[in-house]
C-alpha cells in the first residue's frame, strides 16, 4: 500500500488550475512514483471525466497524459490510494458500489506498451469489479469447420450460462446477418480508429477484411455474469494468449481436407473467389492450430453431434440443458460514502448508513483496457473483525 493522498493547499490548487486549464472540482494528489505527483479530480477536455495531470518534481513540468480505457464519470469528491508501483484505487464517494470503485493504472505492462506505441504519457483506467469471472472460451478453427454451428448449440442449450462476444469486421453482412448480433459491421476508418485508441483486445486481417474484439464486448458478457465465448482466427487467439483474460483455448478441426471445402462450398455463403481464398488460408491456420501451443484442446469436428458431445463434456456442462432463461438477480445496491483507512492489502471503507467493509485487492487480475475484476468486499464487524462471508 502506498503513502495517503495529500491534499494540496490552496495557493498551489489554485496554480495547478492556471497552468493546466483545467476546471479543478476537488483535485487531489498522489505521490506515485519517485518523482511524480498525479492529480486525478476535476475533468478533462471532453468535460464530463476525471481529469489527470502529472507533475514531474524534477523537471516541475506539467503534463496532462493521454487517458486510456473506460472513463468514470467526473465526481465531485474522490478518494485516492496508490496500491503498488503500477496502480491507484480510485473511490468515488456517493457513488453506487458498482460505480465507485475505479483503478488507474500508471505504470502497468499495458500502459508502458502505449506509452511506447504513442511516444507520449499516457495512464488508464479500469473500473474495478467485486467478485470473479467466468473463463472466457476462445474457438479457433478454419471457415467452414463448424465452429458458428458449436457454438449457436450451446448458446441455445446454455443461454444462461454462455454469451457471444459480438466482433467488429469490416466485411459485408450476409443476408440474415443482423448488426450488433453477429457482427458489430464497421468503416474501416472507424475501426482503425478504435484499435488505435485502445478499444481492441485484439484484431487482424482475415480473408482481405478487419475483424476484431473489442474489450466492450468481452465485458459486457462478464457483466451479464456470463461466460464469454469468441469465435476467432488463430492470429487472434493468437494475442488473446498473450493478453491477461486468462481465457480457455479450443481449436476445432476438420475430418479432412475435403470434407472441409464440401462444408464451405454447401454453405453457399461465398463466391467462388472467396471460397478459394479460404482454403488457401485454411491450410496454414489447421498448421498453425495444431503446432504453436496456442490451444489447450484440439477437437475434430466430424459427427457434429459427437464433437458437441465432446465440447460439453470439455467445458464441464451437465448434459441436461440450462431450462432456466430468467435473467440474473439483481446484485444489492451499496455507496460508499467514505474511506476510512489502509490495512495491509486490504482498504476499510463504509457505507452510507456506517457499516464498515475491507476492500481486498490482493487477488486482483485483469486491468486496462478491460475491467480489474477478482476485489473482494468482506463485512467487518466489531471494529475490525473480519468475517469469511463474502457480501458479494
Ligand atoms: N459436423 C458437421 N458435419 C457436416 N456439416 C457441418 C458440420 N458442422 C458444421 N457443418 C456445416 O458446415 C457449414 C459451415 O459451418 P459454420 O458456418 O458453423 O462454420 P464456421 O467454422 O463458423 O465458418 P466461418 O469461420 O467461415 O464462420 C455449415 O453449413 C454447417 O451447417
Ligand atoms: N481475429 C479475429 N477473427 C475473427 C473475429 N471474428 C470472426 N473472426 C474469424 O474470421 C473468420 C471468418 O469469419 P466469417 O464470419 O467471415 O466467416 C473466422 O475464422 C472467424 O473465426 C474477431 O473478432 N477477431
Known amino acids: 500500500m502506498g503513502e495517503a493522498p495529500i491534499i494540496f493547499e490552496k495557493d498551489l490548487l489554485q496554480k495547478i488550475s492556471n497552468e493546466t486549464k483545467s476546471v479543478s472540482i476537488a483535485y487531489e494528489a498522489v505521490v506515485a512514483a519517485a518523482?511524480?505527483?498525479?492529480?486525478?479530480?476535476?475533468?478533462?477536455?471532453s468535460g464530463c471525466s476525471i481529469g489527470v495531470q502529472i507533475l514531474d518534481q524534477t523537471t516541475r513540468k506539467w503534463t496532462t497524459p493521454v487517458i486510456l480505457g473506460d472513463k468514470p464519470e467526473v465526481c465531485k469528491d474522490q478518494s485516492v490510494i496508490v496500491l503498488n508501483e503500477e496502480r491507484m484505487l480510485v473511490i468515488r464517494r456517493d457513488a453506487?458500489?458498482?460505480?465507485?470503485?475505479?483503478?488507474l493504472?500508471?505504470?502497468t505492462k499495458f500502459v508502458r506498451d502505449q506509452r511506447q506505441a504513442l511516444d507520449a504519457e499516457v495512464v488508464a483506467w479500469s473500473k474495478g469489479v467485486i467478485g470473479e469471472d467466468l473463463k472466457p472460451v476462445v474457438i479457433s478453427g478454419p471457415s467452414g469447420v463448424g465452429k458458428g454451428t458449436l457454438i449457436s448449440k450451446l448458446m441455445e442449450d446454455f443461454p444462461t450460462k454462455f454469451g457471444?462476444?459480438?466482433?467488429?469486421?469490416?466485411?459485408?453482412?450476409?443476408?440474415?446477418?443482423?448488426?450488433?448480433?453477429?457482427?458489430?459491421?464497421?468503416?474501416?476508418?472507424?475501426?482503425?480508429?478504435?484499435?488505435?485508441?485502445?478499444?481492441?483486445?485484439?484484431?487482424?486481417?482475415?480473408?482481405?477484411?478487419l475483424y476484431g474484439t473489442s474489450v466492450e464486448a468481452v465485458e459486457v458478457v462478464a457483466d451479464a455474469g456470463k461466460r464469454c465465448i469468441?469465435?476467432?482466427?488463430?492470429?487472434?487467439?493468437?494475442?488473446?494468449?498473450?493478453?491477461?483474460?486468462?481465457?480457455?483455448?479450443?481449436?476445432?478441426?476438420?475430418?479432412?481436407?475435403?470434407?472441409?471445402?464440401?462444408?464451405?462450398?454447401?454453405?453457399?455463403?461465398?463466391?467462388?473467389?472467396?471460397?478459394?481464398?479460404?482454403?488457401?488460408?485454411?491450410?496454414?491456420?489447421?498448421?498453425q492450430g495444431l503446432s504453436s501451443g496456442i490451444f489447450d484442446h484440439i477437437l475434430e469436428n466430424d459427427d457434429l453431434e459427437e464433437c458437441y458431445r465432446n465440447l460439453k463434456k470439455l467445458l464441464g456442462l451437465d448434459v441436461i440443458p440450462d431450462v432456466c432463461r430468467t435473467s440474473q438477480a439483481t446484485k444489492p445496491h451499496l455507496s460508499m460514502n467514505h474511506l476510512e483507512e489502509n490495512?495491509?492489502?486490504?482498504?476499510?471503507?463504509?457505507?452510507?448508513?456506517?457499516?464498515?467493509?475491507?476492500?481486498?485487492?490482493?487477488?486482483?487480475?485483469?486491468?486496462?483496457?478491460?475491467?480489474?475484476?477478482?476485489?473482494?468486499?468482506?463485512?467487518?464487524?466489531?471494529?475490525?473483525d473480519q468475517t469469511d462471508q463474502f457480501i458479494i
Open 35 to 45: 518523482n511524480k505527483q498525479y492529480l486525478v479530480g476535476g475533468t478533462d477536455e
Open 96 to 103: 453506487a458500489l458498482e460505480d465507485s470503485l475505479w483503478f
Open 105 to 107: 493504472e500508471f505504470n
Open 164 to 209: 457471444f462476444s459480438v466482433s467488429h469486421t469490416t466485411r459485408a453482412p450476409r443476408q440474415k446477418e443482423q448488426n450488433g448480433v453477429h457482427y458489430h459491421f464497421s468503416e474501416r476508418s472507424a475501426m482503425e480508429k478504435d484499435i488505435k485508441d485502445g478499444k481492441f483486445l485484439e484484431f487482424a486481417l482475415v480473408h482481405d477484411n
Open 230 to 287: 469468441l469465435d476467432i482466427d488463430v492470429q487472434g487467439a493468437r494475442q488473446v494468449r498473450a493478453s491477461p483474460l486468462g481465457a480457455t483455448f479450443i481449436f476445432i478441426r476438420p475430418p479432412s481436407f475435403a470434407e472441409l471445402e464440401n462444408r464451405l462450398r454447401a454453405r453457399g455463403t461465398e463466391t467462388e473467389e472467396q471460397v478459394q481464398k479460404r482454403l488457401r488460408n485454411a491450410k496454414a491456420e489447421i498448421e
Open 343 to 384: 490495512e495491509d492489502g486490504r482498504v476499510v471503507v463504509v457505507d452510507h448508513k456506517n457499516n464498515k467493509f475491507a476492500l481486498d485487492v490482493s487477488c486482483i487480475r485483469g486491468g486496462a483496457p478491460g475491467r480489474t475484476r477478482g476485489l473482494k468486499l468482506h463485512p467487518l464487524s466489531n471494529g475490525g
